[in-house]
């Protein structure tokens, strides 16, 4: 009898009826699906007899293969997990590399569920991805080109315009991991052509969480690429889940995996040996395992290289119709890569928003630092320079208006005047008072209005540029904000921390605030003050040398975009129009005049203050503490501290630097603008174990952008020892490559040990394995010289040898190891991957191993070994740079997976063993 979940349910998920009956298939299975007891999964018997009800001529083919099937099913052998893991482990170590290119379309799909059955939608949409990857390092590059219909429920155009939706949107994508950040950019534009290379777009760089990747896996065909299972290698997933896994071998090169995904779904893997672990199905199941709803068919297509890979993919709904159909084509298994690869560079004009730096968003170009730089030379090339020009005293003291406010001045005489006026006025009023008559009063009245005219002209001149601007004046600006920024701090020689500014300033999709230009220049030590009103006739008049102004430009009508300009002084051609770095202009005071007028006259002067004035930024901040004392500590664990650094000035702080004397502290802190009366909570993590012997004082300095700074002290003491004191290794674990050695060359490292004092020159080392020695250094007993030395038998079942140094203190106290990794990269490839044997019958077979033509010309076998007495092998050098093996099996061999290896080595001097699964069957 034959349940639920028995090989005749398989069979129909399989489809081995269209495999094994041809044009029949279709007739059978509609003839089964009419019979009730074949739905109900009734016993063979059952079956046969609806048959030959429903028809007879089918009798004879249809018992044949149920017979087949019960058969079959009573042959399946269970494997054990940990056997399967380390057999994945070793087809998966075969590919350390591989790219490809995969093509998706989204359609219909009725059964059979074949690919002549798979109807493409008719909007031709799809999704070409462009794929590389790093299956052991994690790294990998997906790049995109999808042509979709757009969603009428998306509510707006890409743009983001009030325009009509186009039918079809065009978009280029790219998701990286480059070992240490994931980035993304996206590009798209109404109809059918995709957006150029070049053209910029949205892009954002992640911290490592590996969201982008599991979501892209399936689309990009890395999800069952041969060795992975979702994106990551079967045998590793394998090895962490907790979830119940049973799989057993039809004992003809397949496995039957039954497990949960990562998306808990119950699902069936086949998963074939015989071709290098590539898995050819996948089923989803109900929870409750009975329920088919979604499949993923593989086609597979053998490389010549010996790899089996995918060539095509169907991924379907049972019920819905709805399917997706995949196309690989370009696959190269083990290609050389470049390491820049992984990393996407946006092209400029690409607006970023940087996880790293808090979500900030910012416009590619050359980035703060290559802003500065082209604004250095930009005043270098213009000439513009701060120095005062030689003066007298009498010239300093009516030109040199960085001396005093930058502030439009009524002349001397207008005021001299009105002063006379109005003393001649109060004469002829007391002269003229008693008067009566019509001409008294006539000249009284004269006198007042020439008197108030020239007075009311002199107010508004002396009020001309007056207050800082009101919140609805606070203008948000472009990028350019931090060009004008840099531009003023190196006009005036003050040092710029570009990124720390660039960060102070805030940039943001809108641009930066004005107000936080004149934070940020204040808090470098300059004199910045907003003005209101100001015309093109103040400007020329106010800025000399020692004083520039800066003021926003209104690039359109009823628009929020804005532009900054400057007025600078230049030694030869006196005052300009700055757009930094671009160019410097002519001043015209009638266009600077209309130009101001459209934002109010508003005007941010600056100039350097005057020596004797000047406060450094330090003296303006406070700490709190200002020290702290750690006391006498046992050398174990870290110690955390909060200090907080107060602005008690009346102008910002900006912080540019937070420094500790050693690794045995840690700030966390960013560059901060403080305004007046803010604060800034630092955190200081003390390690205490790194805490220098004999010391017992430390200072971290808080430093500030004129140069100035404030220190915190850190007293403390170690302890001379302690029984919980532990010994450490730095570092804990080594990585080497050994793949070209000359010959058995012995390799050298160093590791240096954090040791108690008590327990100096008190150490015992040990090492687990023969090739890894240990020696202690006579001098200085914390630093251990450790000698590898490789040899022929040191790989087994793979590229990989692992062994441990064991230390000790002579008291047995203390312990610590070190685990030291020797590996090899393979640079030749094996046809075939897998060796296929009865066991019923000697056999014999072919292996070749052919070299890598990109790195490698030639190879040669220094050593062959097997794990079982019944393999002979027999090795033979080719012409071509080649190998071949010749393989025999005899038929004492137990069924299983054995393994033959051959030690590899190359004409550079590279040495790798390839390995050859040799997988034994019963029948």
């Known amino acids: 009898m034959l349940g639920k979940t028995g090989r005749l349910d398989h069979l129909r998920v399989e489809e081995p009826l269209a495999r094994v009956m041809g044009f029949w298939s279709d007739r059978l299975e509609t003839q089964m699906n009419r019979t009730a007891l ?52 070793r087809l998966e170590q075969l590919i350390h590399s591989a790219k490809w290119q995969i093509e998706t379309t989204a359609g219909q799909i009725k059964p059979p ?68 950040r994931e980035r993304e950019f996206k590009a798209s534009k109404a109809g059918e052509t ?28 890395v999800a069952f690429f041969p060795g992975m299972f979702w994106g990551q290698p079967f045998s590793e997933y394998l090895a962490t889940t907790r979830d119940p896994v049973s799989i057993t071998d039809d004992e003809r090169g397949r496995w039957l995996l039954k497990l949960k995904d990562p998306h808990d779904d119950l699902v069936h893997v086949t998963y074939d040996l015989e071709k290098g672990g590539a898995i050819t199905a996948v089923d989803n199941y109900a929870r409750d395992g009975k329920k088919l709803f979604r499949c993923y068919r593989l086609q597979l297509q053998q490389l010549a290289n010996g790899f089996w890979a995918p060539k095509s993919g169907l991924n379907y709904v049972v019920s819905g119709q709805l399917c997706e159909q995949s196309r690989f084509s370009n696959i190269v298994i083990n290609p050389e890569l470049n390491p820049n690869l992984f990393t996407i560079h946006f092209p400029p004009g690409t607006r970023v928003a940087d996880a790293d730096r808090g979500g900030r968003v910012f416009t590619v170009g050359t980035g703060p630092e290559g802003d500065l730089a082209a604004i250095k030379s930009f005043i270098e090339k213009e000439g513009f320079q701060y120095d005062l020009p030689p003066a007298t005293e009498n010239e300093n003291q009516s030109n040199d208006t960085s001396r005093s406010p930058p502030k439009s001045r009524s002349p001397v005489w207008r005021l001299f005047l009105s002063t006379s006026l109005l003393l001649l006025l109060i004469g002829l009023l007391l002269w003229r008072w008693p008067r009566k008559g019509k001409d008294g009063a006539t000249t009284v009245s004269a006198i007042v209005i020439l008197i108030l005219s020239l007075w009311t002209r002199s107010a508004s001149a002396q009020q001309s540029l007056p207050q800082q601007p009101t919140p609805a004046q606070d203008y948000k600006m472009s990028q350019c904000g931090y060009n004008v920024t840099a531009f003023t701090l190196v006009y005036f020689k003050i040092e710029c921390f570009a990124n720390a500014v660039y960060d102070a300033l805030e940039p943001t999709e809108k641009g930066v605030q004005f107000a936080k230009i004149k934070d940020v220049l204040s808090a470098h030590g300059l004199e910045a003050t907003f003005r209101q009103n100001v015309t093109g006739a103040d400007l020329e008049k106010v800025v000399k040398a020692g004083t520039l102004a800066i003021f926003p430009i209104k690039l359109k009508e009823k628009s929020q975009e804005h532009h900054y300009g400057i007025i600078a002084y230049h030694p030869k051609k006196g005052p300009l129009l700055v757009d930094a770095p671009l160019k410097a202009s002519e001043f015209d005071t009638e266009k600077v005049t209309a130009v101001l007028r459209e934002v109010d006259g508003l005007v941010l002067f600056v100039r350097k203050p005057k020596p004797d004035r000047q406060e450094s930024l330090a003296v303006r901040t406070s700490l709190a503490p200002d020290s702290h004392d750690l006391g006498n500590f046992v050398a174990r664990g870290d110690r955390q501290i909060t200090v907080k650094l107060s602005n008690k000035g009346k102008t910002p702080v900006f912080l540019s630097g937070v420094m500790t004397p050693c690794t045995c502290m840690q700030a966390t802190w960013k560059p901060t603008l403080l305004r007046s009366g803010e604060h800034l909570d630092v955190g200081i993590q003390i390690f205490l174990q790194r805490w220098p012997d004999n010391a017992t004082e430390q200072r971290i300095t808080f430093s500030f952008p004129d140069g100035s700074n404030r220190s915190l002290l850190i007293k403390g003491a170690k302890s001379v020892y302690d029984p919980n004191n532990t010994l450490s290794a730095d570092p804990p674990s080594i990585r080497i490559d050994s793949t070209v050695l000359p010959g058995d060359s012995p390799i050298t490292k160093e590791i240096t040990l954090s040791v108690p004092p008590k327990h100096r020159g008190k150490l015992r080392c040990e090492s687990t394995v023969s ?17 590898i030395i490789p040899n022929s038998s040191l790989f087994s079942k793979g590229n990989e040898a692992e062994g441990r140094l064991k230390v000790n203190t002579e008291d047995g106290s203390l312990a610590t190891e070190v685990k030291v990794v020797l590996y090899r990269k393979p640079f030749f490839t094996c046809s075939p991957l897998l060796v296929s044997v009865n066991r019923s019958a000697v056999s014999s077979h072919k292996i070749s191993i052919l070299p890598d033509t990109q ?32 393989l025999t099996v005899s038929t004492d061999i137990s069924s299983g997976v054995h393994s033959l290896e051959c030690l590899v080595e190359s004409d550079r001097g590279q040495r790798a063993v390839a390995y050859l699964p040799i997988y034994v069957r019963d029948n």
Request: glycine letters at 8%.
């Open 855 to 886: 790195s490698v010309n030639n190879l040669k076998c220094v050593k062959i070994d097997a794990d079982s007495k019944a393999i002979k092998a027999a090795v033979t050098s080719n012409a071509d740079g080649s190998l071949t093996i010749q």
């Open 113 to 180: 569920y074949t690919e002549k059955d798979y109807i493409p939608n008719k909007n031709r949409g799809f999704v070409r991805s462009y794929v590389v990857i790093e299956p052991i390092s994690g790294r990998y590059r997906f790049d995109q080109e999808i042509i979709a219909p757009v969603s009428k429920r998306s509510g707006g155009s890409p743009q983001g315009l009030n325009k009509p939706l186009p039918s079809m949107l065009a978009t280029r994508l790219a998701y990286s991991y480059d070992g240490k």
């Open 194 to 221: 995709l957006p150029a290379p070049e053209e910029p777009g949205l892009g954002e760089i992640l911290k490592p969480a590996g969201k982008v990747y599991k979501e892209k896996v399936l689309q990009v065909g």
């Open 771 to 787: 090739w890894l020695k240990a020696h202690l250094n006579e001098r200085d007993n914390a630093r251990i010289k450790l000698q």
């Open 38 to 89: 074949f739905q109900c999964n009734s016993s063979p018997v059952g079956v046969v007899f609806g048959l030959i009800s429903s028809h007879p001529s089918l009798f004879a083919l249809a018992l044949a293969l149920i017979l087949a099937v019960c058969g079959k099913a009573a042959a399946d052998k269970p494997v054990s997990k940990d056997a399967a893991i380390q057999t994945m482990k």
